[in-house]
């Protein structure tokens, strides 16, 4: 109970809006950008290196009156696997859920082979996990693997 | 919108692969007929390929089929910048199948996914270049009476070997061993020895070629080691003479030994050995015809 007071002293309460919690620490910024946080106009709380039992130390992103897409989770999901995306309505937590990268990724991330076709033609990617565990993605084109730390974002 | 389209040895089973070659019996028997009369094959070369080509193209006329296209990029229109997908739309209202080379990778897949027509995938940059495998399936089978159970040496460029890649994916469904022979710059990629693991495919590796290497084997399967390929041309002249193949090392080798080769062939083997009976490469080569033109007739749904 102590350690939820001290929680909600850190991170004040949001009426509407998001908040991305369990973020690992490294991984925070990378979030902030590809979320495109610093163009917002709306309230936004960003917490850095704050104790997590379950990760060391984490990053939490929250946001009032942003609603992310699904899009957005699998390009969250492609930098920072396992993050926890809370939704926040009339200051309940409506939805909580895991973040989890999909098997397929449509147009999320750039193939890093230069010769394959989705480099060189207007058109959308599209890579399917290969190996989950060891974080192998592959290029439905080119067929190509890639390792998910070595991808660019779209 | 969803044709059948061939883009990719992978995308093959083990029955549609015994299917396919079946059929390609059927037309090594009788090659010529008129059963893609009235048809047109268009012939989209934005790389040119001599070999694959003509070999395409006879297939199509041997089977009545009429042939428009062209054999280079550069006499296309997307040397004026218009996208694949333009061309393959304009190209799909005037054919009734579309055999396409391009030198990007992943090209045929995109095309396939676009074109109201089926899409023949006749080679994508360095990634796949199914009528080839099939046709050396072909030849294997035809050679050894079966595609199960052989000893298959790999010998020269396994690294960019396209080739030897997919006869190495294809040929999972058929419990062969594997025998990589090769320098230690071009040796076969971990993620083909990996998928060997995984699908229980035995193999051995060595840089050296040698008589007693090739004495078990059943199948050689040559391919060219390119100067370009080295970073070391120091490396390159030290060993581009020990993956070449003489007909003085053939004495000891198994009575239904034959040697392949996708060609073309440079100095990897020997002239000598053209005229030993286990010299299979140019036959091979032939093989390409009947099995092109299985290829066109299944993807349009005709039944031989």
């Known amino acids: 109970m102590k350690e939820n007071n001290k929680y909600a002293m850190q991170v004040s309460a949001l009426c509407n809006g998001t908040v991305i919690d369990h973020i690992p620490a490294d991984k925070l910024f990378a979030v902030v950008n590809l979320l495109d946080i610093p163009s917002m106009t709306s309230n936004v709380t960003i917490g850095y290196n704050l104790d997590s039992k379950k990760i060391g130390k984490k990053g939490l992103i929250k946001v009032a009156d942003v609603f992310f897409t699904e899009e957005d989770l699998s390009k969250i999901s492609v930098v920072a696997p396992n993050v926890v995306m809370n939704t926040i309505r009339d200051y309940q937590v409506v939805e909580k859920r895991e973040v989890k990268l999909p098997n397929e990724l449509h147009n999320i991330i750039k193939c890093n082979n230069l010769n394959c076709i989705t480099n060189n033609e207007p058109m959308a990617t599209h890579f399917h996990v290969s190996n989950r565990e060891a974080g192998t993605l592959k290029c ?15 | 919108m969803k044709s059948k389209s061939l883009v990719s040895i992978n995308d ?31 012939s989209l070369f934005f790389e040119p390929s001599t070999r694959t080509r003509l070999s395409f193209e006879t297939a199509a006329n041997r089977l009545g089929a009429r042939v428009i296209g062209f054999s280079d990029a550069a006499t296309s229109s997307a040397s004026k910048g218009e996208t694949l997908k333009d061309t393959i739309m304009m190209v799909s209202s005037y054919a009734d199948v579309i055999v396409m080379r391009h030198r990007l990778e992943g090209a045929a897949r995109y095309a396939s996914e676009v074109s109201p027509v089926p899409v023949i995938n006749a080679g994508d940059g360095a990634n796949q270049h199914p009528s080839q495998t099939m046709l050396d399936l072909y030849s294997i089978k035809k050679t050894q009476g079966t595609l199960e159970g052989l000893n298959i040496h790999l010998v020269g460029d396994l690294k960019y070997g396209r080739t030897v890649h997919s006869l190495l994916h294809a040929m999972r469904h058929f419990k062969p061993t594997f025998h990589f022979i090769a320098p230690e710059e ?16 035995p193999f051995t590796e060595t840089t050296e070629f040698s008589e007693d290497v090739i004495s078990s084997a059943d ?16 490396e390159y002249e030290k060993v581009k003479n020990c993956y070449r193949l003489t007909n003085s090392m053939l004495a000891n080798t198994k009575e239904n030994l034959r040697i392949l080769h996708p060609l073309p ?13 286990k010299a299979y490469y140019f036959q091979q080569a032939q093989n390409g015809l009947y099995v092109r033109e299985a290829l066109i007739c299944d993807v349009l749904d005709i039944n031989i």
Not at chain 2, 14 to 25: D, G, N, P
Not at chain 2, 265 to 277: F, G, L, S
């Open chain 2, 265 to 277: 062939r440079v100095n990897e083997i020997a002239h000598d050995v053209d005229e030993n009976p």
């Open chain 2, 219 to 234: 199948i050689i399967y040559m391919t060219r080691v390119q100067r370009e390929r080295f970073s070391d041309l120091m």
């Open chain 2, 186 to 201: 071009l040796h076969m990629p971990e993620e083909y020895r990996v998928f060997c693991r995984e699908n229980n495919i």
């Open chain 2, 12 to 42: 093959l089973s083990r029955e549609k692969i015994l299917s396919l070659l079946e059929t390609a019996e059927k037309f090594e028997k009788n090659p010529n007929s008129k059963i893609l009369d009235g048809r047109v094959v268009g």
């Open chain 1, 140 to 154: 439905r084109y080119c067929e190509k693997e890639v390792n998910i730390n070595n991808v660019e974002l779209l």
